[in-house]
C-alpha cells in the first residue's frame, strides 16, 4: 500500500509529515500533524526531524523553512500556491508602505517569505485578534492582505485598521443564498464561519474562528448537526472526531459539481498520496530560501509566536 511506504520512508529518513485540515483525507491520515497555520507554525519548532514534508501551499512551505533553516523542507507540489498570498506582492507592499510611513504592518501568514520581511508582525485567524488587541491603542496598522479578516478584526476589536484589497478565493465564493436556504431546512443546526469569509456571510454564523476554533466548537457543542462555511477539507476531521455528528458544508455560489457541492481550494488538493511518495523518494520538490530574506521573515513570525 501507498501510505506503508510512505510511513516506511519516513521511518529511513527520520521525516516528519505535516498536514493543513484543507488537504484531501488520505493525506491527513497518513500525516503525523495535522492543523491550521498557527498549530503547523507552532509545532515547527518542537520537531525532531531531519526532513519536514508540509503538506499544504507554498507559503506554509516557506514558514516552516523559516523556521527550521536547518531541516531539510519539502513540499509535494511547489504549484500549490494560494490566491490570497498571490493578491499581496513585495514590492507592492513596500510601495504602499512608503505611502503611510506611519503605519505598522500587520500581515497575514499567507504571504510569501519576501512580505514578511516586510511586516512588524505575523497573525493567523487562531491569534489575529488576539494580537491585535495588544498592540498600543493609537497605532497606525496596515493589515494584509486579507480584506474580509481584517474587516472582521475591525469590528470586534474598534480598530480602523488600513485594509490591503486582497481576499481568499475559496471563502469569499460562498453563497449566501445556500447559506441562507440551508439554515431554513436545519433551524437547529449553529452555523460554524471562518472569518475570511464576507461581512454578509459571517453575520449569519453563530461561531466565528479559525478552522481549529471551529472544529473545537463542533467537538464541545451538545448539538448534534453544523452548517460549516470554510473549505470542506476540515469536515473529515470533524466526522473523525465527532461521529455521532452531521456537518452539513455550505457550497460556493456557482458550481457544477455532482454530490456534496463542496467548497474546495484546488490548491490544497495538489498534494496526492503519489505526489507525496514521490516527494519522500527523491526529496524534491526542495523549499529554498535566501538566507538574508530568512533572517528578516523570521522577525514578524516570532513576534507572533511570542505574543500568541
Known sequence: MIKDEIRQLCREKNAIIMAHYYTRPEI????????????????ATTVDADIIVMCGVHFMGETMKILCPDKKVLIPDM????????????????????????HMVVSYVNTSAAVKALTDVVVTSSNARKIVEQLPPDAKIIFGPDKNLGNYI????????LLWDGACHVHSRFSLEALIDLKK?????????????????LTQADKIGSTKALLDFAISSPQKRFIVVTESGILHEMQ???????????????????????????????????????????EQPEIIINPELATQALKPIRRMLEMS
Open 79 to 102: 504549484e500549490a500556491g494560494c490566491s490570497l498570498a498571490d493578491s499581496c506582492k513585495a514590492e507592492d507592499l513596500a510601495k504602499f508602505k512608503a505611502e503611510h510611513p506611519e
Open 28 to 43: 491527513q491520515d497518513v500525516a503525523d500533524f495535522i492543523g491550521d497555520s498557527l498549530a503547523l507554525a507552532q509545532k
Open 154 to 161: 475591525n469590528s470586534v476589536t474598534g480598530r480602523e485598521m
Open 240 to 282: 473523525k472526531a465527532c461521529p455521532d455528528k452531521e456537518f452539513i458544508p455550505v457550497p460556493p455560489e456557482a458550481t457544477e459539481t455532482v454530490g456534496c457541492h463542496c467548497n474546495e481550494c484546488e490548491y490544497m488538493r495538489l498534494n496526492t498520496m503519489e505526489k507525496l511518495l514521490a516527494c519522500l523518494q527523491t
Open 185 to 201: 431546512k436545519n433551524p437547529d443546526a449553529p452555523v460554524l464561519a471562518h472569518p475570511e469569509c464576507k461581512a454578509v456571510i
